[in-house]
């Protein structure tokens, strides 16, 4: 469902780019097809909204902070600004201990795709991925009206009526963050916490993929962040799962010269991919990681490099789309999913060879032979029997 306001600005939009055409990677508005400060992007954010009435803003499935909290900054801005109705929601699951922290200790107001239909709104958001990224949940037959992401920008996010996409930024949190400093509004500690948790995550504490934006917005946050919350949101219970997770990496993880491959099996999590290729990367030696494993019939893998020649979201991609997967990054981090249902046993293992044997090719570590970082799994030793 879409207004007519709607509707006037996408037959108003560039045609799709030609097979083979180059796009340039740098942040964008389209409405109208030009740069601007933030303020400038703000303002024709807020015109092209105050043209309807309900907004959803969808997330990438099993979002991680920057998503999460670019998402919730959207909408909030979205209904203080334009009078719009927003919700915030995600497809997937939310896994990881720190991000389920987030939304509980921050009391975030976002809510499974599962419970949204989407016809009841006349305008859809997407933060921190776009429409060809395939890490979504939004229907074939709908198309965004705003795209927010820091993500080289993708041919199709040049047919959304609004879209600021691209460019060396290292987290939508900060480009949402630029969008809140030039309203002059007084942003809710919730808020600002989750931004700031969001950048400090997809930057690693500014240590990766950081550039002045980053830390200028890093900065503003500081002072408004619950420091209590963070600490809570960094540091949460960890369940049973999560360390026999940790106790599988570590059995059968295979060393290939300076990079390391983790095979997790199923997960009880399809985000902990990311979450143990980037602990593994701090292992002595290595300049890459790879983590994979099953979830619901789909074959999940997780990128890390210290490389920072590399891109890593380019090399997922060739390695995974041309097997029908979804994939997606940048610089030194990236992930995707690879549809694996119906292969089981033998089918899937050649499957999942394939794809590691192009990975270690990219990485420049074929051939190398491979070593396990704690030799052979342990032998279960029985429970003495009580006397």
Known sequence: MRSPAAKTVRLDAPPPPRAGATVRAHRMSLHPRSGGSPADKLDKLVAFARGHRRALVLTHDNPDPDSLASGVALAWLLGELAGVEAKVAYGGIVGRAENRALIHELKLPVVPVSRVVFDDYDMICMVDTQPE???????????????????????????????????PIGATSTVVVEYLRASKLEVPPSIATALFYGIKADTRDLGRHTTPQDVEAYLWLFP?????????????????????????????????????????????????????AERFLYLEGMRWSLAFGTF????????????????????IRDVIEPRGGSAG???????????????????????????????????????????????????????????
Do not use: C, W
């Open 133 to 167: 990224q395939g890490n979504h949940s939004l229907p074939r037959r709908h198309f965004p009206d705003v795209v927010i992401d820091h993500h080289p920008i993708r041919p199709d996010s040049n047919l959304a009526p609004i879209a600021d996409v691209g460019g």
């Open 224 to 276: 408004r962040a619950d420091k209590d919350a963070m600490g809570r949101i960094e540091h949460p219970p960890l369940s049973l799962e999560y360390f026999a997770l940790s106790r599988t990496a570590i059995e059968l993880a295979e060393i290939h010269g300076h990079a390391v491959v983790l095979p997790l099996g199923e997960l009880y999590a399809p985000d902990m991919v990311a979450e143990v």
């Open 296 to 315: 619901e019939g789909d074959l999940y893998f997780s990128v890390r490099t210290t490389d920072r020649r590399a891109n890593a979201g380019k090399l």
């Open 329 to 387: 990054g940048h610089g030194t981090m990236a992930g995707a999913r690879l549809p694996a249902t119906g292969l089981k046993g033998a089918a899937l293992r050649k499957l999942v060879a394939a794809v590691v044997h192009d990975f270690l090719h990219a990485f420049g570590e074929r051939g190398r032979g491979a070593r396990r970082i704690a030799g052979s799994p342990p032998k279960r030793t029985p429970r003495p029997v009580a006397e």
